[in-house]
């Protein structure tokens, strides 16, 4: 590859020139948060002069984890904490004014990279005609630990979602130099990424930042009291030794400590993470920099200028037994238990229902429809349909498609539909898909929507408002 240089408010970003388009890695759109920074909202950089962008940049911290051989390829990724970084891919530098699609990353809000990964960024790009940015923020205690209320000296809560906000408005600045729209921006995440762009419809400020949203197994629903936040918070500074007025403590532990104390307190089970006062990093109702429950925020209809896209795949829980996180059930006294952490006062009547609605289902599938449904479809489905009630335009998805896989034991899990939607199944970045046949059109049909969603607001089937329609892939 050669180099090439783009020129935007005052700084010179050098960048790589390939037959396919230009990738530029590694921009920094924030200080690095270190130091007295490490606890506080991201801070602007003003680049100027040469900015080296041939390099990616650093994922943030997190444990890596060993992954079975059928999950999607990652050629690797360094992390630190110096992550306020992302990566611009584009067909051309010119006044194109094309359809910008913004990938925020998901990863349980404990793990993630916008580099090494499966994706074909220039292929997706050079298909669609888009320029496609992919950002790095805080995740895990460094992003989303709620210290505010714990520490008494006001500790911004929701780092990592302030950290996205600054990277969306480098984009609203600098993006037409790099030959796309910033009047079109399009948001699309998975997850702990859903759920985060989900979480925007609460705040204030952020409305011209973008005007479409594609959650796959994420919504505007998964957002924790600040009480429940609090008291993780207090658990990790008692767990790390610190006193909670003892700021420069805090501000000196070292990374590895953080990573290994984050990880005691938070919950691996996948109902008590999601339940409500369920211990896990995520949002926080902080009245602050989240002004307002998200689905408060589209029910006022302040939204109803946006489009979005709502999915979730059809065994979404499956993953946690797949992955051995959770084990089965081994009576119905436990799965019970599962459901009352949802509905406490009525858990008995909801697991009779399920009972009745799947009467051949054994215990671990009734935990796992419950879950899928409950945390995922369910919460989709809720937001959507607010959105649509307050005159938004929303559409809604299923994704079902089995790998064939050791009998297809694995379903149609977590995650399962976010290669199809960026169009990558090769056997090499996708193992699962295998490049097959059903695996491409399946691909080729959602990341086509994918694109005409971006460039239109509009897809090829009805929207969610219409009887609820929900489109089936798979």
Same mark, same amino acid.
């Given at each position: 590859?050669?180099?090439?240089?783009?020129?935007?408010?005052?700084?010179?970003?050098?960048?790589?020139?390939?037959?396919?388009?230009?990738?530029?890695?590694?921009?920094?759109?924030?200080?690095?948060?270190?130091?007295?920074?490490?606890?506080?909202?991201?801070?602007?950089?003003?680049?100027?002069?040469?900015?080296?962008?041939?390099?990616?940049?650093?994922?943030?911290?997190?444990?890596?984890?060993?992954?079975?051989?059928?999950?999607?390829?990652?050629?690797?990724?360094?992390?630190?904490?110096?992550?306020?970084?992302?990566?611009?891919?584009?067909?051309?530098?010119?006044?194109?004014?094309?359809?910008?699609?913004?990938?925020?990353?998901?990863?349980?809000?404990?793990?993630?990279?916008?580099?090494?990964?499966?994706?074909?960024?220039?292929?997706?790009?050079?298909?669609?005609?888009?320029?496609?940015?992919?950002?790095?923020?805080?995740?895990?205690?460094?992003?989303?630990?709620?210290?505010?209320?714990?520490?008494?000296?006001?500790?911004?809560?929701?780092?990592?979602?302030?950290?996205?906000?600054?990277?969306?408005?480098?984009?609203?600045?600098?993006?037409?130099?790099?030959?796309?729209?910033?009047?079109?921006?399009?948001?699309?995440?998975?997850?702990?990424?859903?759920?985060?762009?989900?979480?925007?419809?609460?705040?204030?400020?952020?409305?011209?930042?973008?005007?479409?949203?594609?959650?796959?197994?994420?919504?505007?629903?998964?957002?924790?009291?600040?009480?429940?936040?609090?008291?993780?918070?207090?658990?990790?500074?008692?767990?790390?030794?610190?006193?909670?007025?003892?700021?420069?403590?805090?501000?000196?532990?070292?990374?590895?400590?953080?990573?290994?104390?984050?990880?005691?307190?938070?919950?691996?089970?996948?109902?008590?993470?999601?339940?409500?006062?369920?211990?896990?990093?995520?949002?926080?109702?902080?009245?602050?920099?989240?002004?307002?429950?998200?689905?408060?925020?589209?029910?006022?209809?302040?939204?109803?200028?946006?489009?979005?896209?709502?999915?979730?795949?059809?065994?979404?829980? !499956?993953?946690?037994?797949?992955?051995?996180?959770?084990?089965?059930?081994?009576?119905?006294?436990?799965?019970?238990?599962?459901?009352?952490?949802?509905?406490?006062?009525?858990?008995?009547?909801?697991?009779?229902?399920?009972?009745?609605?799947?009467?051949?289902?054994?215990?671990?599938?009734?935990?796992?429809?419950?879950?899928?449904?409950?945390?995922? !479809?369910?919460?989709?489905?809720?937001?959507?349909?607010?959105?649509?009630?307050?005159?938004?335009?929303?559409?809604?998805?299923?994704?079902?498609?089995?790998?064939?896989?050791?009998?297809?034991?694995?379903?149609?899990?977590?995650?399962?539909?976010?290669?199809?939607?960026?169009?990558?199944?090769?056997?090499?970045?996708?193992?699962?898909?295998?490049?097959?046949?059903?695996?491409? !059109?399946?691909?080729?049909?959602?990341?086509?929507?994918?694109?005409?969603?971006?460039?239109?607001?509009?897809?090829?089937?009805?929207?969610?408002?219409?009887?609820?329609?929900?489109?089936?892939?798979?």
């Amino acid at each position: 590859m050669t180099a090439i240089d783009i020129s935007s408010d005052g700084a010179t970003y050098r960048g790589l020139v390939s037959a396919r388009g230009l990738s530029f890695l590694g921009i920094p759109y924030g200080q690095p948060p270190v130091g007295t920074l490490r606890f506080q909202p991201p801070q602007a950089v003003m680049a100027k002069g040469l900015v080296d962008a041939t390099q990616p940049g650093k994922a943030p911290p997190q444990i890596r984890r060993p992954v079975p051989d059928w999950t999607t390829r990652n050629t690797g990724f360094e992390t630190g904490e110096d992550c306020l970084n992302l990566n611009v891919f584009t067909p051309a530098a010119d006044d194109a004014s094309r359809p910008v699609i913004v990938h925020v990353l998901g990863g349980g809000f404990q793990t993630g990279s916008v580099n090494g990964g499966y994706q074909d960024e220039l292929g997706f790009i050079t298909r669609g005609d888009v320029v496609f940015v992919r950002p790095n923020f805080r995740t895990g205690a460094l992003g989303f630990l709620h210290l505010g209320d714990v520490t008494g000296d006001g500790a911004p809560a929701n780092r990592g979602m302030l950290d996205l906000v600054l990277a969306l408005e480098w984009v609203q600045a600098h993006i037409a130099d790099f030959g796309g729209d910033p009047g079109n921006v399009t948001l699309v995440g998975l997850s702990s990424g859903g759920f985060t762009i989900g979480a925007l419809f609460g705040m204030d400020g952020v409305a011209h930042l973008f005007r479409r949203a594609w959650m796959m197994s994420g919504s505007a629903s998964r957002i924790i009291d600040p009480q429940t936040a609090s008291g993780m918070a207090l658990d990790f500074l008692q767990q790390a030794g610190i006193e909670p007025e003892n700021r420069q403590a805090l501000e000196n532990l070292p990374v590895e400590t953080i990573l290994a104390v984050q990880e005691r307190i938070i919950a691996t089970d996948l109902g008590e993470r999601n339940s409500p006062g369920g211990r896990t990093m995520g949002i926080v109702l902080d009245g602050t920099s989240l002004k307002r429950h998200p689905l408060e925020g589209l029910a006022s209809g302040a939204y109803r200028d946006k489009q979005m896209v709502v999915g979730w795949t059809r065994d979404e829980a !499956r993953m946690w037994y797949a992955f051995g996180i959770m084990q089965a059930p081994q009576d119905r006294a436990r799965v019970l238990s599962t459901v009352a952490r949802f509905f406490p006062d009525r858990s008995e009547a909801v697991l009779a229902e399920l009972e009745k609605a799947y009467p051949q289902a054994g215990l671990a599938e009734l935990e796992e429809r419950f879950l899928s449904a409950t945390i995922y !479809r369910d919460a989709a489905q809720r937001t959507a349909s607010t959105h649509a009630n307050a005159g938004g335009r929303a559409f809604a998805y299923e994704f079902a498609w089995v790998p064939d896989f050791e009998g297809g034991r694995l379903g149609s899990s977590h995650g399962f539909d976010e290669p199809f939607v960026f169009g990558n199944v090769e056997a090499e970045r996708v193992p699962l898909a295998g490049g097959k046949p059903d695996a491409v !059109r399946l691909a080729y049909e959602m990341s086509g929507a994918l694109l005409e969603f971006a460039k239109t607001g509009r897809i090829s089937w009805k929207e969610f408002a219409t009887e609820r329609a929900i489109k089936q892939f798979g």
